[in-house]
C-alpha cells in the first residue's frame, strides 16, 4: 500500500510539473510571437507565431474580460490569446485591418 501511495504521489507530481511547464512554454510563445509580429504582417503570420487564437472579436463587439473598447476603424477584426490556467487575467491582442493585415499590437495584464 505505501508503495502505490508513493507511486501515485510521485505521478500527480509529474502531471502537475508536466502543466506547469506547458503552460510557461504557452506563455512563452505568446510572448516572443507578439514580439516578433509587426504592423503589416498578415493574419497567416501571426497564425503561425502565436497559434490559433482562443477568441477573435469583431468590429463594434468589445470582449470584456479585458476592454470596454471595441475593435474600431481601422480595425474589422481582434484576435485573442489568452491566458491557459485561469483567462481573464493576462492575454495577447492582434488587431487586424480590412486587409487582414496587422494593425496594432497588446499584452494585457489586470492587476
Not at 506547458?22 to 501571426?46: F, M, Q, T
Request: net charge positive.
Amino acid at each position: 500500500m505505501r508503495k502505490a501511495a508513493q507511486l501515485f504521489g510521485l505521478v500527480s507530481l509529474a502531471v502537475v510539473v508536466a502543466f506547469v511547464v506547458y503552460c510557461w512554454l504557452l506563455i512563452h510563445k505568446y510572448n516572443s510571437g507578439l514580439g516578433a509580429v509587426a504592423p503589416g504582417d498578415s493574419e497567416a503570420r501571426v497564425t503561425a507565431l502565436l497559434g490559433s487564437p482562443s477568441y477573435s472579436e469583431p468590429a463594434g463587439q468589445p470582449y470584456l474580460r479585458y476592454t470596454g473598447a471595441p475593435c474600431s476603424s481601422p480595425c474589422v477584426r481582434r484576435l485573442w490569446w489568452e491566458w491557459p490556467i485561469f483567462p481573464g487575467i493576462e492575454a495577447w491582442s492582434v488587431e487586424l485591418n480590412s486587409n487582414g493585415q496587422v494593425i496594432k499590437t497588446y499584452h494585457w495584464v489586470l492587476p
